[in-house]
């Protein structure tokens, strides 16, 4: 049972911000019940520890919403990881002789995709705003597929630059699109968990794409098309499909048709998207944007995602080459080796998101699988060619469940519509400048042992730890001024405020 020191910190919560999901109606004497400094960081950090109770009728209905877009939206997650770390997995499937390829070569192509990525963002920021999210995904990822479709024709290295640049470009659609469908159709409370899933979705692509690669190392060169062509003329077709799928089935509103609403369930979606704070509104506000970018949490997601992304890149192209340090092993068995840090990735998200779920604590979360991570580059830059790099290499993808719960950060902790998508899509900027620059400092002259890289890794986990300290002080300070100010007001969140803008939105640290 809670203490009684617990039990006034709540009622000094409850009576200046109600319920912690739901921005309630105060009275001029509920503001008079708390004095200025009267709160104390035991009462902040309680601000998130009430949790909000569904009714029947709302837990149906998260069913339903969950239901209907979470399996196109983990779907998404797997094949965009799959077919951008299709790279890693061909260099035992004949690429290197097939296309006469360099080490430094290799590396560009892993950075190229990046770089298309990069290009991507700012368009994004504007056709996020201007249509439909879930029409123009689907219509994206037939560009991409497309585009992967395309790889598996090329005969030179310009040729594979180009189509990567085009994939990487096309791509760089669909995590900024369905992070914003997760904060549109759900309440903050539920995003760590919904979040989670698209996460989970990167390592279950490792295993998928490791599967599918398996198969084709054992069919061999059917039809004379050598292997690594049949891994993208595969991924490509049921990339396609997907967009299908996607134009015509990927809700991407709460009041969406698809989701066929009774006059119930209308009502709790009112509900819900006041607490979501994510109204959709075409009008693109610039001074969301530069609100953001004063903000000193807006840099410190940036440096953090950036630090753990230079070794998402980097490993991801380079971990068969690193596999293949350790000893002899046929393209077959290289091939599953991978299937574990798809395991341990998926495993690093499902332990973040049941942490942050449990303590309600986001940072504190992001930190504990941080740590898993850092050792891993450490082991990586410090170990010789044995078993405990194995080891090290499957630690390191400890750091998809800090990026996970990086993007619950966002979900939770930003409104205003285009304050929103400037955050994403500043995230997924970030992450894509971390993975140009993780394969390009795996120098070829520092085989196998890449010191130079492993050390840049270490130095990323460290940065980002930091990081997410600052983020949290930053956020439980705002929460601390304005649970001792208490406005009286309810927010109106069809004004489109920002997190900022708004003095009753309180943060989930």
């Not at 019940?33 to 709302?58: H, L």
């Not at 029409?135 to 037939?142: A, H, P, T, W």
């Not at 991801?316 to 840090?341: D, M, R, V």
Request: charge should be positive; aromatic fraction near 10%; proline fraction near 3%.
């Amino acid at each position: 049972m809670p203490d009684a020191s617990h039990k006034r910190s709540n009622d000094k919560i409850n009576s200046a911000i109600g319920d912690t999901d739901n921005a309630s109606e105060k009275t001029p004497s509920d503001k008079e019940t708390i004095s200025r400094g009267s709160i104390t960081v035991a009462d902040v950090e309680n601000a998130n520890e009430k949790p909000f109770v569904k009714s029947k009728a709302e837990k149906k209905l998260v069913r339903k919403i969950a239901l209907t877009v979470m399996p196109l939206i983990v779907w998404i997650a797997i094949i965009q990881f799959a077919d951008k770390s299709a790279i890693s997995i061909v260099t035992v499937l004949g690429i290197f002789q097939d296309v006469h390829l360099t080490g430094s070569q290799f590396s560009l192509l892993a950075s190229i995709f990046f770089i298309g990525h990069l290009v991507s963002q700012p368009i994004n920021n504007i056709l996020l705003q201007k249509f439909p999210v879930g029409r123009l995904c689907g219509f994206c990822i037939l560009l991409w597929g497309s585009a992967m479709l395309a790889t598996g024709y090329c005969n030179t290295f310009p040729q594979l630059l180009a189509v990567r640049f085009l994939l990487g470009l096309f791509e760089g659609n669909s995590l900024p699109s369905i992070y914003l469908i997760v904060n549109t159709l759900f309440r903050r409370s539920e995003q760590a968990t919904y979040y989670g899933y698209i996460t989970l979705g990167n390592g279950v692509g490792i295993i998928f794409q490791s599967l599918v690669g398996y198969g084709i190392s054992q069919m061999g060169n059917q039809r004379g098309i050598i292997m690594w062509r049949w891994l993208h003329i595969i991924l490509g077709a049921i990339t396609l499909l997907l967009g299908v799928l996607c134009l015509f089935f990927l809700v991407d509103n709460p009041k969406s048709p698809l989701l066929r609403l009774t006059q119930e369930e209308k009502a709790i979606v009112d509900e819900r998207i006041r607490d979501n704070a994510v109204v959709r509104h075409k009008k693109l506000k610039w001074g969301q944007m530069l609100e953001a970018l004063l903000e000193i949490r807006f840099w410190c997601i940036c440096i953090a995602t950036l630090g753990l992304n230079m070794q998402g890149g980097g490993l991801l192209a380079f971990n068969i080459i690193i596999i293949n340090g350790l000893g002899t092993f046929t393209p077959g068995e290289s091939i599953l080796l991978k299937i574990p840090p798809g395991a341990f990735m998926s495993l690093s998200v499902v332990l973040a998101t049941a942490i942050a779920q449990r303590t309600r604590q986001l940072c504190y979360s992001a930190i504990f699988t941080c740590l898993f991570s850092f050792a891993g580059c450490l082991i990586l830059a410090t170990a010789e060619q044995n078993v405990a790099k194995l080891v090290g290499l499957y630690l390191t993808v400890f750091w998809s469940g800090s990026y996970s719960i990086m993007t619950t950060i966002i979900g939770s902790n930003v409104s205003g519509y285009s304050k929103k998508i400037f955050y994403n899509g500043a995230l997924v900027f970030c992450m894509t400048i971390g993975n140009i620059i993780g394969p390009l400092i795996m120098l070829e002259r520092q085989a196998p042992r890449y010191i130079g890289g492993m050390t840049a890794f270490c130095v990323g986990n460290g940065v980002a730890l930091v990081c997410f300290v600052l983020i949290r002080f930053a956020m439980q300070r705002a929460n601390r001024n304005r649970l001792a100010n208490p406005t009286g007001e309810t927010t109106d969140i069809y004004m489109d405020l920002t997190d900022k803008e708004d003095k009753n939105f309180i943060y989930r640290l």
